[in-house]
């Protein structure tokens, strides 16, 4: 097994009585984009401050490609960090800021200039080099945050809500570019955000945090479709959570068990990898997979309903219905071109595959 | 809806507020002119001779060099120390804003006469000599709190952002002083620097109290007070005025095209 | 990486500033407490009985009634027409915020002994004769331009929308102010009001320029330290500089404690 | 025909040599929930301002209920507002600010109280009276400042950018709760936004404005779907924008005319409603519009395109795909369970109902 380019141990943070992160263990791969999401004082950023060494952990270890770095100053770790508010040297030209890596670490002025080029070249800002930080929009300026982070070839850059500041549009701009530069230099990318739009637009692997504790870790697609939590389920988008108990367990395919769960809109099949021992729990389901109509094969159905209002989002609908036998109130998405309106009477239907059974 | 004859009144009071703070040193300014020996009306100037009086006087220009030494050497000092105090406290969370605004305003609240008795007091009990060393001493115990003040109200998150990312890049504690924490305040240095400069070029009662032989021009001008008001005294008081009101300025032009630059 | 060990020489280095800064009055205060009749070491206190000399001392209680009458009432002229001011000024858009800075400040950098010798011209010019009141329009010449930058600091972008909100739901111009802007402002006020009556409180040269028979507490001291400095005049200083003080933090703790609730 | 509730007159607003809004004729009916969207520096505000009675206009009318305000005081107008920072009174409790307004009519105390007990009970807040307002969240602080403005039946209620302060998820939930208010009371909303998703999902009608100038007006569906200018089609969520040709124009139904328009996509077959008298033209499609996979019944194959990078958005792909032939990139949108990745080949279909012709 080759070694992880990031290891955290037992990490836990104090500040006074407040605990900020506990007992985390997680490792990180080379070359791996991850996001940390989570709300703000989830922990995702202290922890992100224990690995660049602005903060040192009450207890536990930090190991870089194997070194224990838990008590090395910022200025000696193989990581460097692209801060929020970018934090660049404003009484230095754009060049000025790109090669001040390299100045600390003493390489050849010659280098530094060919360096300090090939850096500005990759975030597309070489015509600027020799101008100051105040003359460069949001996006410039966090692009040069970037290329100074990374002209010094860390072994992992962190990057603490390097979008915060930007407008949505250029946001999402931003986010694509980041994800094509981290491809381009293979470095790892430890990257946090409250944003989960983003963090599932550019990571290839999300750990959710909440409460100092990581909720759930995996690719966007498996944290969005099967959340491991209710708060990790409730977190990545809109989701439906209705409260059911297991009236019957039977072996499925694969190792997996068949649940069949009694909820207030029927008896719903659902299949689990690690079923629970309690009988009280919770089946999440997307707006999107929410059906109306005539149910399709293999689908259940989960009663008629009234649209209480309906909302119209462009690629979208959203509307709340309202189920009045059992009093359920649902989210639920329709298709663009759906034009239901307030009043209308629905019948609702789901495929059952698309249920997850939360236990925590 | 900002109609103009709406803010007329608004604009005359505020016009006449400020004729009143500065009518007597308009005063004094214009009765510098007068042609005669006495500073009442009418006014039979323009005249520069008591101008050219003050510039043929020994005694006043050995005090106009004593505050320009003591002004130039006391604010250095003041800033320097200054910026170290602002420098280290801001390396600590205090625990509430109100105690650090406390620590920041209370010197500052603290009289001149206070310090000057203070002041006295303690050279005496350590047997220092008056001097314009003593004066100096004295200005930059007044002068340094501000300094402090100044320096510190700068010092704010993003100062400390862009520390931590120097480290991050790999600087050294000294390199990140050298190279960005007094270029990135420098403005703020240089303001303290003026400020101080002309607060040390016009105070007068503890040059007084901690002096003997060697004076500066504002003690110098309590002394020609004893005769009475003069032209001569308006000349010089209107001088004085004209140094730090132009320092002032000068200071605003600089610090606030640095800015933009 | 906050260890405790790095810190200790940046909370010597300020620990120390502020010895410096405050070892004068300390002294000051200390040799008031002095048993014999000069204030040098060593020290053989402490005693009350210059404290009990100054109290049965009609001069200096006379002198120390008229110190609070001028503090208080040319307080609340300068606060009231600062605000009056900061409320008018506040009504444009400046065409630049420099031009603004300027116009709060340069009134503050004006030396007190230019306008002590300004007034003295003026009140000459109109044969206003020396005294309390003239002291008082003294105080207001230097205190305004403070209540005023004070104030207006406080009219923020925000203290003009809520001002407009006011107005939308059918307030005139006079429930603007006085239910709105006033109300809004109060700590400001406050805040304005008790600065300057610390700064007229312990000020000295206009007091004494201006003055003739009625006279403010700094004069007092002033002609008693004609005679040296002695352990009675330790102990005016010393009350002096407890009663400023302890204005400042009771200011501080009332304006605090507004802005909480 | 009934009298509009709001009409501007041809309204000019310069500051200086800047024009705010240039000669904007604009008629707002009784009962509406109008929207004015557009980007920062486009009018909006300014326009907002104007009729609530902060701006004088440089020229032109401005009508409530058929009455020229023009120069009336805001004081006097039949107008409140929502403002942006809330523009709360910190100095008085929740239900002396919502009684304000009463008290400046000269309401008496015991009518007074009950309107503003009617208001609170509105926005849900009765039970905060006597609290201050530093004691509120941000989003019942908002809905402070509705009651607030509510409780003296304006004709027409203006809110200036009212949730920009909240974050997303609350922002979600107070447009619902301001759409379900507004139908409540039955007063016309004017609300400024620049983010198009709250424009839709609150707006019975939507302004879009640019530059000073009205760009578009009509029913989100309408806007979203068949934009009338290219900054609308732009500005309303992601589009693609593609250059062509009109070679053929024939008569279509209902008296549209059909038009063939030459792209780099091939020929594609348009209807439009008032042709241009000019030929060259552009047509926009959206992500969601076009389709992979075998075409289905009438719509038109686009060619072949490689897919240049794909993200995962919850619900669905967003991916970025080339067509070589004609050196053309467009943005795809395809469906939560369509696994694409960087490299696949896809074949691009479109229906052509889908795309709308824009010259200007």
Redesign the interface.
């Known amino acids: 097994m080759t070694t992880p380019t990031v290891e955290f141990r037992n990490i836990t943070m104090k500040f006074g009585d407040k605990v900020a992160v506990q007992d985390i263990n997680l490792s990180i791969k080379s070359g791996a984009f991850v996001v940390l999401l989570g709300p703000s004082g989830g922990g995702k950023t202290t922890l992100l401050n224990i690995l660049?060494?602005?903060?040192?952990p009450t207890a536990g270890q930090v190991l870089v490609n194997g070194h224990d770095v838990t008590h090395t100053?910022?200025?000696?770790r193989p990581?460097?960090?692209v801060?929020q508010?970018y934090?660049?040297?404003?009484?230095m030209s754009i060049a000025g800021n790109v090669a001040?890596?390299l100045k600390?670490?003493g390489v050849p002025k010659s280098r530094q200039n060919q360096l300090v080029e090939q850096a500005l070249d990759m975030v597309g800002l070489t015509h600027t080099a020799s101008r100051?930080i105040h003359e460069l929009s949001g996006g410039q300026r966090q692009r040069i945050a970037l290329a100074?982070?990374l002209v010094?070839e860390p072994s992992v850059l962190l990057l603490d809500e390097p979008l915060g500041a930007l407008d949505m549009k250029l946001r999402r701009q931003m986010?694509?570019e980041l994800?094509?530069i981290q491809k381009r230099v293979g470095t790892t990318f430890i990257h946090v955000t409250h944003d989960?739009?983003e963090a599932?637009?550019?990571a290839d692997e999300i750990v959710v945090m909440n409460d100092g504790f990581i909720e759930d870790i995996g690719a966007?697609?498996r944290i969005?479709?099967e959340p491991a939590s209710l708060f990790t389920a409730n977190f990545?988008?809109e989701n439906n959570i209705i409260e059911g108990r297991i009236i019957d367990r039977k072996e499925g395919d694969s190792g997996t068990q068949c649940l069949t769960v009694n909820t207030p809109l029927g008896q719903i099949p659902v299949n689990c990898v690690t079923p629970p021992e309690v009988s009280e729990i919770v089946l999440s389901i997307?707006p999107?997979h929410l059906h109306t109509g005539e149910p399709e094969n293999g689908h259940v159905t989960l009663g008629v309903a009234t649209v209480m209002?309906s909302?119209?989002?462009?690629?979208?609908h959203?509307c709340?219905v309202h189920l009045g036998e059992t009093d359920t109130t649902l989210k639920v998405?329709l298709s663009?071109k759906d034009m239901v309106s307030a009043g209308d009477v629905v019948k609702l239907s789901a495929d059952p595959g698309d249920f997850v059974a939360l236990f925590r | 809806m900002r109609y103009m004859a709406r803010n007329l009144p608004a604009i005359f009071y505020v016009a006449l507020i400020y004729g009143f703070i500065f009518l007597p040193v308009a005063v004094l300014v214009l009765f510098s002119f007068q042609e005669t020996r006495l500073p009442i009306p009418p006014f039979n100037g323009p005249s520069f001779k008591w101008y050219e009086a003050i510039f043929s006087d020994a005694r006043m220009m050995d005090a106009l060099g004593n505050s320009v030494i003591v002004a130039v050497i006391s604010s250095a000092f003041s800033a320097a120390l200054g910026f170290l105090a602002a420098y280290s406290l801001a390396r600590f969370r205090l625990p509430t804003p109100r105690l650090l605004q406390g620590i920041l305003t209370a010197p500052l609240t603290v009289s001149y006469l206070i310090i000057a008795m203070g002041l006295l007091i303690t050279f005496n009990a350590i047997n220092m000599p008056k001097s314009l060393l003593t004066i100096g001493i004295g200005h930059v115990v007044i002068n340094m709190p501000l300094c402090f003040a100044i320096l510190y109200s700068q010092m704010g998150e993003h100062q400390a952002n862009v520390e931590r990312a120097a480290r991050d890049l790999g600087a050294r504690e000294w390199q990140v002083l050298v190279l960005i924490s007094i270029p990135m305040l420098w403005p703020a240095l240089f303001a303290s620097f003026f400020l101080s400069v002309t607060f040390s070029w016009d105070e007068f009662i503890i040059a007084f109290m901690v002096s003997r032989f060697d004076v500066t021009l504002p003690v110098e001008i309590w002394s020609m007070l004893r005769t009475g008001l003069n032209p001569k005294t308006n000349a010089v008081g209107s001088l004085v005025f004209l140094v730090s009101f132009a320092t002032v300025i000068v200071l605003d032009f600089i610090v606030f095209r640095k800015r933009r630059s």
Do not use: C, N
């Open positions: 660049g060494g602005f903060l040192e100053p910022s200025s000696k990581t460097t960090t801060f508010d934090a660049l040297f404003p009484h001040f890596g600390m670490r100051r100074r982070a010094v986010q694509e994800k094509s989960q739009e599932m637009a550019i966007p697609e969005y479709l990545m988008g997307r999107e209002d909302g119209f989002f462009g690629t979208h959203q709340t998405r663009q």
